[in-house]
C-alpha cells in the first residue's frame, strides 16, 4: 500500500546547524502534506500545510523564515529548520494523502530533532 | 513489536446512532493515548487524550473514550453522532522514547 517515508528517523547536532527533514510519498502522488511536531507529553501541533508549487501555509506563531517548507514536487517535501537552538528539539512528523477520491491518510514515522 | 491496531476501517451510522470505534495496542509498559480526527481536506485535530489519572477521558464535540489497560485498549465513543462528526479518525500511542504510532484511521459517514 502507499506509503510515506520520513528521513531521517534521528537527528543529533549542534546549535546553530539548519536541518533538512524529508517527507516522500513513495507511490502516490500528494499534492497536499502536513507538518507536524510534537512536544514531550503534549498532542501533535500543525505547524504547516506544504503544497505542491506554491508558499505552504504556516500555523499562527510558526515561524516561516526559521522552519522553511518546499514542496517542490507531487512527492517530496522539505522541513528545514535553520539554526537550530535547543527548543527547536522535538518529534516532528509529516503526513499525505493520495488526491484523487477517498484515499486514507498515511504518515511518516517521524524524525526526533535533538540539538545539542 | 509495538503496534497500534483500528479495527474499524469504514463505518456509516445514522445520525443519533451511538458510535464506538475501537483502538488496541500492543506493548505491556506505560503508553499515551489520543485520538484525533480529521475532517476532509484538514488537518488532524485533537480530541481527547489520556496520560495518566481516570481512565474514562471525556473530549471535545461530545466525545469520550475508556483506557483499558488489561485490554490494551483505549475506545472512543459518542452516545448520539451527528452529521457533522463525518471525519476520518486516528488513534495515535506513544510509546517509550516518545515513539508514536498512528492507527490507520476509520472513516466515519454519518447519514442525515
Known amino acids: 500500500g502507499a506509503v510515506v517515508s520520513q528521513h531521517p528517523s534521528r537527528v543529533i547536532c549542534k546549535s546553530g546547524t539548519s536541518v533538512k527533514i524529508e517527507c516522500r510519498s513513495l507511490?502516490?502522488?500528494?499534492?497536499?502534506m502536513f507538518w507536524y511536531r510534537q512536544f514531550p507529553k503534549q498532542s501533535l501541533m500543525l505547524m504547516a500545510t506544504?503544497?505542491?508549487?506554491?508558499?505552504?501555509?504556516?500555523e499562527q506563531g510558526v515561524e516561516k523564515d526559521k522552519f522553511l517548507i518546499n514542496h517542490a514536487s507531487l512527492t517530496l517535501s522539505t522541513l528545514t529548520v535553520t539554526s537550530a537552538h535547543p527548543e527547536d528539539s522535538s518529534f516532528y512528523i509529516c503526513?499525505?494523502?493520495?488526491?484523487?477520491?477517498?484515499?486514507?491518510?498515511?504518515f511518516g514515522d517521524g524524525t526526533r530533532l535533538s540539538i545539542l | 513489536a509495538q503496534s497500534v491496531s483500528q479495527h474499524n476501517h469504514h463505518v456509516i451510522l445514522s445520525e443519533a446512532a451511538s458510535l464506538e470505534l475501537g483502538c488496541n495496542y500492543s506493548?505491556?509498559?506505560?503508553?499515551?493515548l489520543f485520538w484525533y480526527v480529521q475532517y476532509p481536506g484538514q488537518h488532524l485535530q485533537l480530541l481527547l487524550k489520556?496520560?495518566?489519572?481516570?481512565?474514562l477521558v471525556k473530549g471535545i464535540k461530545g466525545f469520550e473514550a475508556e483506557f483499558i489497560k488489561s485490554k490494551f485498549s483505549f475506545n472512543l465513543r459518542k452516545p448520539s453522532v451527528q452529521w457533522s462528526d463525518t471525519a476520518e479518525y486516528f488513534c495515535?500511542?506513544?510509546?517509550?522514547?516518545?515513539?508514536?504510532?498512528f492507527g490507520k484511521g476509520t472513516r466515519l459517514h454519518i447519514l442525515p
Open positions: 507511490d502516490f502522488q500528494a499534492t497536499t
Open positions: 506544504s503544497n505542491e508549487g506554491s508558499k505552504a501555509t504556516y
Open positions: 495515535a500511542v506513544i510509546f517509550p522514547k516518545d515513539k508514536i504510532i
Open positions: 503526513s499525505a494523502r493520495e488526491p484523487l477520491g477517498d484515499q486514507p491518510q498515511h
Open positions: 489520556y496520560f495518566s489519572g481516570d481512565p
Open positions: 506493548y505491556g509498559g506505560t503508553v499515551n
